[in-house]
């Protein structure tokens, strides 16, 4: 029932039975009368690449101002909150935090990045591309918050306990994918057109139908709870 290749069977109902993957291991180790270490930043800490990203995000130690991370990418296009709603958020975000807003993702969403910081301006930073696994942790660690689509992005912020906001779309059971964490909030809407396994979708309602305003007030309380 947690897989994809019974599209369209099971869309309905599948919700009733999904496994949550963040939480499947757990259940495993406790099965086997493991205890698993939970709450606790287990991902490694390089000196090195938190050096080198704080080189790109241009600031050093001694730079209080707040970093807020976007990541307006996914693995699929259906997935992903329109940029223009994302450029938006930032223009908020930029006015309520004065913060720095840096940009995430692969190499192949440098130009959904690049939408965000055209119509933004300069406080807004494309590294697009330009990280390694590393240095997105340590970006992370010294970020303030996080907004971002359902991603890998999503999941090491609430490793390394980053506020967030994960945004999801309605294109399976949202209970699948639900990050773990004690920082996170995940927001969604549910459409007549939910469980639609789409990888692209022309209208993307579900998404459209969280608002910035939706964002802003769970990316306050989330901030405000560190």
Known sequence: MSTYSRKGIFNKVQYRFVKNEPRRSREILRELRLKPVENEDLLPHDETAKESILMKIDRDERDNRPV????????????????????????????????NIVVTGTAPEKEIAERIVR??????????????????????????????NDT????????????????FSARYSQSHWLPKGSNIISIFSL????????????????LKSVSVENLMTALDDICRQR
């Open 191 to 206: 459409p007549e057109c939910r469980d639609c396994y789409k990888e692209q979708c022309d209208t993307a309602e579900c």
């Open 119 to 148: 119509s933004c301006g300069d406080f807004v930073t494309n590294l697009a591309g330009r990280t390694t696994i590393q240095e997105l942790i340590e970006l992370l660690r010294i970020s303030r918050g996080c907004v971002t």
């Open 152 to 167: 890998g992005t999503m999941h090491i912020a609430a490793m390394v306990k980053t506020p967030t906001v994960g945004i």
């Open 68 to 99: 807020i991370v976007m990541n307006p990418g996914a693995k699929f296009e259906s997935k992903c909150w329109p940029p223009e709603y994302f450029a938006e958020a930032a223009k908020w975000i930029y006015q309520k935090y004065h913060s």
